[in-house]
């Protein structure tokens, strides 16, 4: 980009691009709706999938498709822009999704089949994943190490935050409005958001990252990024400790209703506990992240995720502490989670700031990836107790382990 530098690291450097500065609170909230939108559009509208079935003269089954359709959008969009933003820059493909976003969520709220509302939420996927990929991109092309894993961190708490407002806000406008309003509601957001991008997001991408791009295939970017142990040991750890966050969403309901007997009216605290455990540690990270170095928090965070998981599988094969035994460990679980997602982001991200956009793909189709699967295992081993979660959740977090101290070496 013209009137740019490049620092040693190969970032972008000029007016408004200084890496020494904090990054402002706007700044930091125009990032988190953008990441807000993929989560907002998995969970604002769950309530309504009876009613939506119903309107449509759809069974559960199809129904259901219309949650996968929006899966397999983000998987496949995710690696798709994570390319172009280092070609052709971070605003043009942002800009982009985020049209393809709005005019999916338009067609969302028109259809008038199952089959119909299914495509448009491939094309909402498509678009939305554009605000789960480039923010993380430009937050590398911006600042320093220490301010990414602080911006990261400040991000986490839309992660937190969206598994239990979004349904909330979903069911609330479902009951009064019904349920196409809730993807008119999309409609407004992204065009709040887009028109925020459009006047005030500059373009980061440097000169240097946009003439790697240029000399090699998309496919060369990531066959280079995967032949990298260092980054790729940051982008594992990151996957399959993150894990742990799927595998809580997907089958806490079943462990804590079903296995525990709490009414479900009462689930919400259950949930409220350990999301707020989340939370808080992620926005305690963004303080630490500006003192200590972020291999050492994510070290010894990464040893406590996987503390807890022992500890919660010790009590899920013995039964001991009950309910109790069940909340505790999972706390420690969650809580450290809120330290090592944005640590091991910011590490995967300052490995080769030229291919920061493809770096950002991979870690959220990474994450996605071995997130659903490991949930899915926990899933097909149900056997009515916490068990299954539990010895997942071990293995998941004894792999995070091992591939930070076996890729991660010390420089």
Partial sequence: MAGQAIDSNGGASGPGLSKAVKAPLGFILMLGALTGVGPMSIDM???????????LHAGAASVQQTVAAFFIGIAVGQLVYGTLSDRFGRRGPLLFGMAVYFLASVGCALSHSIGMLIGFRVLQALGGCAGMVIPRAVVRDRFEHHEVMHVLSMLMLVMGLAPILAPLIGGFVLQTLGWRAIFWIQVGFAAIVGTAVLLTLPESRSEATAAQARGEHPVQSYLGLLGR?????????????????FVYVATSPDVVIGHFHVRPENFGWVFGVNAFGFIGCSQVNARLARRYRSDVILKWANLGAFAGALVLLLDALTGFGGLAGFIAPMFVVMASLGFTQPSA????LGEDPTRAGAT????????????????????????????????????????????????????
């Fill in 45 to 55: 509208y769950l309530p309504a999938l009876p009613a939506i079935g119903r309107e």
């Fill in 229 to 245: 142990s260092r980054l790729m040991g940051y982008v594992l750890t990151g996957a399959f400790s993150g894990s742990a966050l």
């Fill in 345 to 348: 982001t910011a590490g995967a």
């Fill in 360 to 411: 950002s793909a991979l870690l959220g189709a990474t994450g996605f990836a071995g997130g659903a699967l490991a949930a899915a295992l926990a899933g097909f081993g149900r056997d009515g107790t916490a068990r299954p979660m539990a010895l997942v959740l071990t293995v998941s977090l004894t792999l995070a382990v091992g591939c930070l101290r076996t890729l991660v070496k010390p420089k």
